[in-house]
């Protein structure tokens, strides 16, 4: 084997070590900034969803307290109160809304009627 062939072996050897370390840091460089994107898109998505459930949620804590404002304030009878009760049902997109009183009177948009002696809400 001449000097020259043992030169390009050793060069090559060595270029290779080389080239294998710098793959080795570059993929683990990219690996980690596609975690932290990924990372960031996510937190990003799961706050932009946790935002709309609670603002979800807001709207219709907002319609419930403006219907049991307007029910305190307006006469006590069945059909006023179901009238607004099913306004707020229709307006929410629920399946239902009910008030029971400490006269155990009860009002429900689906009707349903609580037993009379065992009805205390």
């Known amino acids: 084997m001449t000097i020259k062939n043992k030169v390009l072996i050793t060069?090559?050897?060595?270029?290779?070590?080389?080239?294998?370390?710098?793959?080795?840091?570059?993929?683990?460089?990219?690996?980690?900034?596609f975690k932290i994107a990924v990372d960031h898109k996510l937190k990003s998505k799961v706050l932009e969803e946790a935002t709309g459930i609670d603002n979800f949620i807001t709207d219709k804590k907002h319609l419930i307290e403006s219907l049991a404002e307007t029910l305190g304030s307006?006469?006590?009878?069945?059909?006023?109160?179901?009238?607004?009760?099913?306004?707020?049902?229709?307006?929410?997109?629920?399946?239902?809304?009910?008030?029971?009183?400490?006269?155990?009177?009860?009002?429900?948009?689906?009707?349903?009627?609580?037993?009379?002696?065992?009805?205390?809400?």
Request: proline share 4%; charged share 25%.
């Open 11 to 33: 060069v090559s050897v060595i270029i290779t070590v080389i080239i294998a370390i710098l793959s080795t840091i570059g993929y683990n460089e990219a690996y980690k900034n």
């Open 74 to 121: 307006v006469n006590y009878d069945e059909e006023t109160h179901l009238k607004f009760m099913k306004k707020t049902k229709e307006i929410m997109g629920i399946y239902g809304v009910f008030s029971g009183f400490s006269d155990k009177s009860y009002f429900d948009t689906q009707g349903w009627i609580p037993p009379n002696d065992e009805w205390d809400p």
